[in-house]
């Protein structure tokens, strides 16, 4: 069952949602302020996140810029006033997911929270990730942080491969074998060659280390 993080600092209503929460099913973990928010949305294994705007510490406006901006794509539902029109504004700019006025029915929360992680669900077929990086592979586009890179198809395939099998050493045979889909009889530098080439355009460039040599057998992409 997916674990639902609420930042609130009134609480009562973030005893109420807990409450009613586990009682749907889900597993709840509560953040007090923005501080405390963002660190357990970016550290736990949060699937969504429920996040009031007026928070101490910081904002929930904040803490969802800064989520985004550390690469997250987790959902988050915010929380605003009644009719405070900016705050919905403001916090779907910051890259909020979905919003809802307090005071508001249990259910329809439901119906939303419910809404969000199924359109994560289809997300993660075609979104593959490691730390800042993302490819989606309907519109084949791969992103740093916010930064679009250029990959060749070639490039994209073999960046594909080794992020779906993220954090397992895959061997060059294995890669020509299934991003270039003919046995290229032996000859594995080409997969090197490829290797080299983004390692031009995403390690190099954003001083990073996402494609890992595997000594003697391949290579690897780790979650950072
Ligand atoms: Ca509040």
């Known amino acids: 069952m997916a674990k639902i993080l609420i930042v609130e600092d009134e609480r009562k209503i973030a005893r109420f949602v807990e409450l009613e929460l586990k009682h749907e099913g889900y597993e709840v973990a509560i ?5 405390t928010g963002l660190d357990l949305a970016m550290s736990e294994d949060i699937d969504l996140v429920i996040l009031d705007v007026m928070l101490p510490v910081f904002s929930g406006i904040e803490v969802c810029k800064r989520i985004r901006e550390a690469g997250s794509d987790i959902p ?37 929270i419910r809404v969000a992680l199924n359109r994560c669900k289809d997300k993660e077929k075609t979104m593959l990730t490691a730390g800042k990086l993302r490819l989606d592979c309907k519109k084949y586009e791969v992103y740093y942080g916010e930064e679009l890179i250029a990959l060749t198809k070639k490039e994209f395939q073999l960046m594909q491969y080794l992020l779906m099998h993220k954090n397992e050493a895959v061997s060059r045979e294995e890669l020509l074998n299934n991003v270039w889909e003919y046995d290229y009889l032996g000859d594995t530098n080409v997969v090197d060659v490829y290797i080299r080439y983004i ?23 780790k979650d950072e």
């Open 31 to 35: 953040a007090g302020d923005g501080q």
């Open 76 to 112: 988050i539902i915010m929380l605003t006033a009644k009719d405070d029109v900016m705050d919905k504004v403001t916090g779907l700019d910051n890259g909020a997911d979905d919003y809802m006025t307090k005071p508001f029915a249990i259910e329809e929360l439901f119906a939303r």
């Open 199 to 221: 390692r031009q355009k995403i390690d190099a460039k954003y001083n990073v280390k996402i494609v890992n040599t595997v000594r003697g057998v391949g290579y690897i992409i």
